[in-house]
């Protein structure tokens, strides 16, 4: 129970981290408050671009060092990785709201990552599935603790 706290206290301030880029980002670029988050494929090239890819991988690998060392098996590690990622792009799409007032709704585009190339998607769809993976691995993990 304690590494499931811990582990969403990591991701909540990793979430904050990863807003506070692209917030970073889009006032380097002039992407005003409000404006969507797509605009940043126009003008994210070259050397940011690559910068950018490689901060995505740091953070999942920073995860996925996480998860393994508080682990005492795979399943764990794999449920433990899923809950702290998903709590993760949760907290990045509530701070971003709150820094930069940005998505107003659930309906604009939103570059998911930018690995290996852009993924598009809706805002509704990273915060759905999220909450789906953050309730599934949060409760498995929960019923291995207690159980």
């Known amino acids: 129970m304690v590494t499931l706290v811990l582990a969403g206290i990591a991701a909540i301030a990793l979430g904050y981290w990863e ?3 692209i917030s970073l980002l889009r006032h380097t670029l002039r992407i005003p408050d ?3 988050n797509i605009l940043l494929l126009e003008q994210l090239t070259g050397r ?4 950018e890819k490689i901060r995505e991988v740091s953070t ?14 795979i399943l764990h590690s794999v449920l433990l990785f899923g809950w702290t990622y998903a709590v993760w ?5 509530g701070w971003l709201r709150l820094l930069v007032h940005w998505p107003r709704s659930l309906l604009p585009l939103d570059i998911l990552s930018f690995v290996p190339r852009p993924w598009l998607a809706p805002v509704w ?3 759905m599935s999220s ?5 599934g691995c949060g409760g498995a993990l929960l019923w291995l603790t207690l159980w």
Do not use: E, K, Q
């Open 19 to 21: 807003a506070s880029t």
């Open 34 to 36: 409000g404006a969507p």
């Open 48 to 51: 940011a671009l690559r910068m």
């Open 60 to 73: 999942c690998v920073v995860i996925l060092i996480l998860s393994m060392m508080t682990s005492r098996s």
């Open 89 to 93: 792009n949760l907290a990045y799409y």
């Open 125 to 127: 769809l990273p915060i």
């Open 131 to 135: 909450a789906l993976i953050a309730l």
